[in-house]
C-alpha cells in the first residue's frame, strides 16, 4: 500500500508539531515545509525529526512554493505556517498580511500550477469574528476583524473558498478557536500564565503581569484540533468548518485554575499592566462546532481545566529539570 504524503507548513510551531505526530500515526509519509533562517527552533518537532523529511520554502515566494510542490508531491497540504501572534500583527502589519493573507495565495497559485488534485486546509482563526456579531459564532457568522491578524486571516479564509469555487480545489478552511497545549509559545497569554505560576510555585517569581482579565475565550487543547484538521480533508466534498469547545472562559478564570493547581491564590501574584492590553480589544469569542460534531465527527477529549493543569503540571516539570528545584504551596 502506498503511503500517502502530507505536506505541513508552520510544522515546527504548535499545531504543526502536533498534526505531524498524528499523521505519523496514521501512516503518512509526512513533509514539513520550513524558512531558510538562522533563527528556526526544532524544538518542539526533535522526538519525531528523524521521521519526518523537511524542506525549504517561504509563503513569501512563490518560486520556492512551486518547486517544493513539484519535489514532495503531497495529496494533502496543510497550511499553518503565519505571523501568528496577534500583538505582533500591530507592530508588523503589512509583514503580517504578506505572510498570513497573501502567502495563502502564492500557496493556492502554486496547487494550481503543479497539481489541483492536492487537498488544501488553510488554517483560519476565530480572531476573524472580533468584535462578535452574534453568540455563539458559526460558519455563518459575519466576520469583523480587530487586529491585522485578524484581517489578514480573513483574507487567507476568503481566497481559499474563492479558489474552491473558481478553480474547484479541494480546498477547506477550519476556523480554529484558541486552541492551547505545553507547546504554546511564552508569548500567549494562556502559556504566559501556566510558566508564570510553575516559576512562582518554585520560587523563581513572584508576580505575573497581564491585560484584560475579563476578555472570554473558547480554549481547547491543540492536540485534539489538529484531528479535526485532518478529517476536513477526508470527506467526499470541500467545505469550512468552526471547531471549538462551544464553552468560554475568561482570563481571569484561567488565572484561578491555573494559581488552583499548585494550591495557590492568583489575587496574591496577578497583577494588570496597561501594556498588555490590546489597541482594539475582542471581548468574547464562543464556538458552535455543531457542524464539526454532526459531519465529521469531532469532538475535543480534552477539557478546559485538564488543558490548563497539564500546561502547568509541563512548565513545573520543565523547569525543575532547568533548576532541580521543588514547588511550594500555600497556606
Not at 497545549?181 to 518554585?202: D, M, N, Q, W, Y
Not at 467526499?236 to 464553552?247: L, M, N
Request: with cysteine; aromatic share 10%.
Amino acid at each position: 500500500m502506498v503511503k500517502r504524503r502530507a505536506l505541513i507548513t508552520g510544522i515546527t510551531g504548535q499545531d504543526g508539531s502536533y498534526l505531524a505526530e498524528f499523521l505519523l500515526s496514521k501512516g503518512y509519509e509526512v513533509i514539513g515545509m520550513v524558512r531558510r533562517t538562522s533563527t528556526v527552533n526544532f524544538a518542539r518537532i526533535q522526538h519525531i525529526q528523524d521521521q519526518v523529511a523537511l524542506v525549504s520554502g517561504d509563503l513569501l515566494d512563490q518560486g520556492s512554493l512551486i518547486s517544493t510542490l513539484r519535489e514532495a508531491h503531497p495529496q494533502e497540504i496543510y497550511n499553518l505556517a503565519a505571523q501568528s501572534f496577534v500583538p505582533t500583527s500591530w507592530k508588523q502589519p503589512v509583514f503580517t498580511g504578506d505572510v498570513t493573507g497573501l502567502g495563502v495565495t502564492r500557496m493556492l497559485e502554486a496547487i494550481r500550477a503543479v497539481d489541483p488534485d492536492i487537498r488544501f486546509y488553510q488554517a483560519s482563526s476565530s480572531e476573524m469574528f472580533g468584535k462578535v456579531r452574534e453568540v455563539p459564532q458559526t460558519e455563518q457568522t459575519p466576520f469583523y476583524p480587530r487586529s491585522p491578524y485578524g484581517i489578514a486571516k480573513v483574507y487567507g479564509h476568503w481566497i481559499t473558498v474563492n479558489y474552491r469555487e473558481s478553480y474547484d480545489l479541494f480546498a477547506c478552511s477550519g476556523i480554529l478557536f484558541n486552541h492551547e497545549s505545553p507547546r504554546r509559545g511564552l508569548e500567549f497569554v494562556t502559556r504566559k500564565i501556566t510558566h508564570h505560576v510553575a516559576r512562582i510555585s518554585l520560587g523563581l517569581a513572584e508576580r505575573v503581569a497581564l491585560g484584560n482579565l475579563d476578555a472570554k475565550r473558547d480554549w481547547g487543547y491543540a492536540g485534539d484540533y489538529v484531528r479535526a484538521m485532518w478529517l476536513m480533508l477526508q470527506q467526499d466534498q470541500p467545505d469550512d468548518y468552526v471547531v471549538g469547545t462551544g464553552t468560554t472562559h475568561s482570563v481571569q478564570e484561567l488565572c484561578e485554575v491555573a494559581f488552583s493547581a499548585v494550591g495557590l491564590n492568583w489575587r496574591d501574584h496577578v497583577i494588570q499592566d496597561p501594556r498588555f492590553m490590546r489597541p482594539a480589544e475582542v471581548d468574547l469569542l464562543v464556538s458552535d462546532p455543531k457542524k464539526a460534531q454532526t459531519v465529521l465527527g469531532w469532538t475535543p477529549d480534552v477539557d478546559f481545566k485538564s488543558l490548563i493543569e497539564m500546561m502547568v503540571s509541563a512548565d513545573i516539570k520543565q523547569l525543575q529539570d532547568e533548576h532541580q528545584l521543588h514547588p511550594r504551596t500555600g497556606e
